[in-house]
């Protein structure tokens, strides 16, 4: 299993409530000044970078609890130069000042991460703000991006409604990277982990044999990540709904030439 030893987040997103909406213009804001430690509480998604979407696997939520303590979920996939760290509802210190607002995490014995907010103006719903984002790594510390951030609020979270067995399909030409086409089955445990079942020639349910099987949900996002032949692998999507035995994905994609597409998934409950 590879060791990620090094943590960069650059901040990003894609709207929440319709998967893909826009962030409003806030014709009205608020004083973000005016008593933020109670207006910022709640569970919040980043929706845009510099006014455009980002894919859905550079998401990162938001959970703050009170004016000193908030949870930070992201599941980041490797890329060329660097690794990225697997953030499962991860403690960070807050302090808040006026308008601005510092989230502290100690990503691993190595590497803290600070998140630098200075709100622009916020509402019940969204709030936009100024992002630095700064990596210490034994002692060096340096920024890593700065960027104008519209964050939705989260008003669900689907982490104990997932739990139990889905079968399921893509429901358009570009699904999951790593998608057969195929109907599959997926096993979401309380403990954080999963089993995966294909169907074999016989049309038998297989379970997967993989060294690890995570996942996690946090409002909306739901993050997996496996190892096969010693290799990680990760896909993130976006529960668009889920009641009773059904239940629906998004994610937006992006292809190497940097277009992008929506990909969907369909499924149903069987346990």
Known sequence: MKKLLNFMLAAALICSASVFTSCTKQDNPVNPADNLAEKIKGKWIFAERNGEPTPTNKKRVFNIV????????????????????????????????????????????HTTVEDEFI????????????????????????????????????ARDYSETILGTWEG?????????????????????????YVYYSLDEAGEWGSSENDLNEYFVDGTLLCTRWIDNDEEFREWWEIAYLKGDKMQWKALRQNEDGSTYTATFEMKKVQ
Request: some cysteine; aromatic content about 6%; hydrophobic content about 35%.
């Open 169 to 193: 399909h893509v429901t358009n030409s570009e699904g999951s990277e790593y998608d057969d086409g195929k109907v599959h089955r997926w096993e979401y445990k309380a403990d954080g982990t």
């Open 119 to 154: 709100i622009i103006n916020i509402d019940d719903t969204e709030f936009t703000a100024n992002l630095k984002v700064s990596v210490t790594v034994d002692g060096t510390k340096e920024k890593v991006s700065e960027n104008i951030l519209c964050l939705k609020k989260l």
């Open 66 to 109: 009170s004016e000193t303590k908030a949870y930070v979920s992201a599941s980041r996939g490797a890329e060329p130069t660097m690794a990225m760290k697997w953030l499962d509802h991860t403690e960070a210190d807050v302090v808040i000042n006026g308008n601005k607002m510092t989230l502290t995490m100690q990503a691993d014995e």
